[in-house]
C-alpha cells in the first residue's frame, strides 16, 4: 500500500524523487493558492497538472508568465474542471507545477519480481503533433524503439526499484529522456498497464499480452523478440469528440469512414457510451511516420454528427 500512495500522488512521488533530480523545478499548491505563486519566479516553461490524475486530463505546458495568470484564472472560475471521475482518481483541487523536460516521451509497462528486478512487458513512444500537444493522440513501437530503449529503461528501472526497495509489484510510467541520455520519470501509474487499451498495442507489435507475463511471472526474451519483428511502426490512437460535449450530444459517428482514413488496420475497437469522450481505439501499422502525421493532424469531429447539427437541418 505504501507504495501504491506514492505513486498516485504526483506530489509525494516528486518529493521521492527531489534528492536524485537538485535541479528539477517543482512546487506543490493547492487551486487557490495557485494565483499567489510568485509568478516570474517560475522558470518557463513549466508543467502544471492535477497531483492526483488520470492520462493526460488537466495537463497543460505553460510557456510564460501571461499564460499562467490565464490558466489560473479559468482554473478558478470553473473550480478545476469537471470531469466524470472519481476524487481519487482525478482531483482538480491540488496542483503541482514541474519542469517541461525536453526529449523523447516513453511509456513502460512492467512489473517488479519477488527478487525485486524489474521486468518490462511493452515499450512505446509517444508522439506529439506539436510542442503544445499535450494528448495522448498516439503511441507507437517499433524495432528502433524497443533496440535504442530497452537497456537505459531496464537500468533505470533497476535503480528505481532499489531505491523504493520494492517487488511483486505491476505498474506503468511515463519517463522523458533528454539530449543528454538522462531518464527523468513523469508519473508512475500503481497496479495498472496502460489505460484505454494502449498496453495491448505490444500483443501486436510483438505478441506480449501484459497481463498474462505479470500473473505468470513470465520474463519476454526480448532479443528473440526484437529479431522476430518486421520493419514496420505499429501504433495506437484514441478517437475522441470535443470535451464540450457528452455521448448524449452524439448523434451519429461514421466509424467506416475513419476507418478509411488507414492504411493498414490492425484493430478498430467501438468503446461504449459511457468512457469519456473517446469512442474509439484505434491499433494500426505503417512502413513510415507519413500515417502517424496524418492522424495527429486528424480532426475526428468531422466524423461526427451532433443532435444539434441534425435539429439545424
Known amino acids: 500500500m505504501q507504495w501504491t500512495n506514492l505513486f498516485k ?3 509525494a512521488l516528486r518529493k521521492h524523487l527531489a534528492t536524485y533530480f537538485p535541479n528539477f523545478y517543482f512546487q506543490e499548491s ?3 493558492d495557485l494565483s499567489k505563486i510568485d509568478k516570474a519566479s517560475i522558470p518557463y516553461p513549466i508543467i502544471l497538472k492535477p497531483a492526483i490524475g488520470y492520462s493526460s486530463v488537466g495537463v497543460q505546458k505553460i ?3 501571461e499564460q499562467f495568470t490565464e490558466v489560473v484564472q479559468q482554473l478558478i472560475a470553473n473550480d478545476g474542471l469537471a470531469t466524470s471521475y472519481s476524487e481519487d482518481i482525478l482531483n482538480f483541487q491540488t496542483f503541482i507545477l514541474e519542469t517541461y523536460i525536453e526529449g523523447q516521451e516513453l511509456a513502460v509497462d512492467a512489473y517488479f519480481n519477488a527478487e525485486g528486478q524489474p521486468i518490462i512487458l511493452n515499450l512505446f513512444a509517444r508522439m506529439f503533433r506539436d510542442e503544445e500537444d499535450m494528448s495522448d493522440r498516439i503511441y507507437y513501437t517499433s524495432k528502433h524503439v524497443l533496440t535504442e530503449y530497452l537497456p537505459v529503461i531496464e537500468a533505470y528501472l533497476r535503480e528505481l526499484g532499489q531505491s523504493l526497495q520494492i517487488n511483486n509489484y ?4 511515463e519517463l522523458r529522456m533528454d539530449a543528454q541520455g538522462s531518464v527523468i520519470p513523469i508519473e508512475v501509474n500503481p497496479l495498472r498497464f496502460a489505460g484505454v487499451g494502449t498496453t495491448e498495442l505490444g500483443v501486436h507489435a510483438y505478441q506480449i499480452n501484459p497481463y498474462e507475463y505479470a500473473l505468470r511471472q513470465w520474463e519476454p526474451d526480448w532479443a528473440q523478440k526484437i529479431a522476430a519483428m518486421d520493419d514496420r ?4 490512437t484514441c478517437a ?3 470535451s464540450h460535449l457528452t455521448f448524449a450530444d452524439i448523434e ?3 466509424h467506416e469512414q475513419i476507418k ?3 492504411d493498414h488496420l490492425l484493430e478498430y475497437r467501438v468503446l461504449p457510451f459511457d468512457y469519456g469522450t473517446a469512442f474509439a481505439v484505434i491499433f494500426f501499422v505503417s512502413d513510415s511516420f507519413s500515417q502517424n502525421e496524418r492522424v495527429l493532424a486528424m480532426d475526428f469531429m468531422s466524423f461526427i454528427t451532433t443532435k444539434q447539427q441534425t435539429l439545424s437541418y
Open 63 to 65: 510557456k510564460d508568465a
Open 170 to 173: 505491476p505498474f506503468h510510467i
Open 252 to 254: 451519429q459517428i461514421d
Open 240 to 242: 475522441e469528440f470535443d
Open 30 to 32: 493547492t487551486l487557490h
Open 233 to 236: 511502426i505499429y501504433s495506437f
Open 260 to 262: 478509411a482514413q488507414f
Open 9 to 11: 500522488n504526483k506530489a
